[in-house]
T-cell receptor, first 111, second 119 residues
Framework: SQQGEEDPQALSIQEGENATMNCSYK?????LQWYRQNSGRGLVHLIL?????REKHSGRLRVTLDTSKKSSSLLITASRAADTASYFC???????????FGKGTTLSVSS | GAVVSQHPSRVICKSGTSVKIECRSL??????MFWYRQFPKQSLMLMAT?????????EQGVEKDKFLINHASLTLSTLTVTSAHPEDSSFYIC???????????????FGQGTRLTVV
C-alpha cells in the first residue's frame, strides 16, 4: 500500500527558480527519504531525515519534517535543467523496514 | 554508498515464458531485499520482502506463485516472473538492506531496475 502523497503531482519552473515539493504520510515513521528518478531509470537517493529531526540540508536541497502534521517538504534551490526528474518521498515505519513510496512529483525545469 | 547490481536492465519475452531477474549486493551482505514494481508514470509499489534463507513475504494482491522470489544467499536475490503476460510488463526494482554500517542499516540501496516487456 502507498503511504505518501506528493503535492504537486507536476511542477514546471524556470532555471534558477526554487522548487518545493510536499509529501504527506499516514502512519508513524522512523525516517523519511527523498529520491530522484530520471525517466526510465533507477532511483537516486537524495536525503534521509529521521523522525527526531526537523530540518536537513544537503547542497541545494533542504528537507523539512513535521511529524505532528505527518508531512515533509523538499526544497531545491536555484534549480537547473538537470534537476528535471520525478521526485518521490518514501517512509520507513521502523529502521530497516521496507520503504513505502509516495506517488511522486514530476519536476520540469526549463532553461 | 553500497552497490546493488540488478540484471538484466532490459528484457523482452514472449507471453507464457518465464523471466528471471537477479539482484546482487556487491560489497555488503544483504540480509533483506525488497522487490518493487513500477508501472509507467506511477510510483513504486512494494511487491515482497525477502530475508536470506527464508520464504518471502508478499504484499497483498501480489501472487506468490507468479512472482517467485528466492534469496538463497546474503548477496543474491532473484525474482522470477512465471508465465508472463503483457500486463506484467513493468519496471522492476530491487533494494537491499544490510550495509557496511552493520545490520539494521537505515538506508536502502537500490538496483538500477529491470524493464520487462512481454509481447
Amino acid at each position: 500500500s502507498q503511504q505518501g502523497e506528493e503535492d504537486p503531482q507536476a511542477l514546471s519552473i524556470q532555471e534558477g527558480e526554487n522548487a518545493t515539493m510536499n509529501c504527506s504520510y499516514k502512519t508513524s515513521i522512523n525516517n523519511l527519504q527523498w529520491y530522484r528518478q530520471n525517466s526510465g531509470r533507477g532511483l537516486v537517493h537524495l536525503i534521509l531525515i529521521r523522525s527526531n529531526e526537523r530540518e536537513k540540508h544537503s547542497g541545494r536541497l533542504r528537507v523539512t519534517l513535521d511529524t505532528s502534521k505527518k508531512s515533509s517538504s523538499l526544497l531545491i534551490t536555484a534549480s537547473r535543467a538537470a534537476d528535471t526528474a520525478s521526485y518521490f518521498c518514501a517512509t520507513a515505519a521502523q529502521a530497516g523496514t521496507a520503504l513505502i513510496f509516495g506517488k511522486g512529483t514530476t519536476l520540469s525545469v526549463s532553461s | 554508498g553500497a552497490v546493488v547490481s540488478q540484471h538484466p536492465s532490459r528484457v523482452i519475452c514472449k507471453s507464457g515464458t518465464s523471466v528471471k531477474i537477479e539482484c546482487r549486493s556487491l560489497d555488503f551482505q544483504a540480509t533483506t531485499m525488497f522487490w518493487y514494481r513500477q508501472f509507467p508514470k506511477q510510483s513504486l509499489m512494494l511487491m515482497a520482502t525477502s530475508n536470506e534463507g527464508s520464504k518471502a513475504t508478499y504484499e497483498q494482491g501480489v501472487e506468490k506463485d507468479k512472482f517467485l522470489i528466492n534469496h538463497a544467499s546474503l548477496t543474491l536475490s532473484t525474482l522470477t516472473v512465471t508465465s508472463a503476460h503483457p500486463e506484467d510488463s513493468s519496471f522492476y526494482i530491487c533494494s537491499a538492506r544490510g550495509g557496511r554500517q552493520g545490520a539494521g542499516g537505515t538506508e536502502a540501496f537500490f538496483g538500477q531496475g529491470t524493464r520487462l516487456t512481454v509481447v
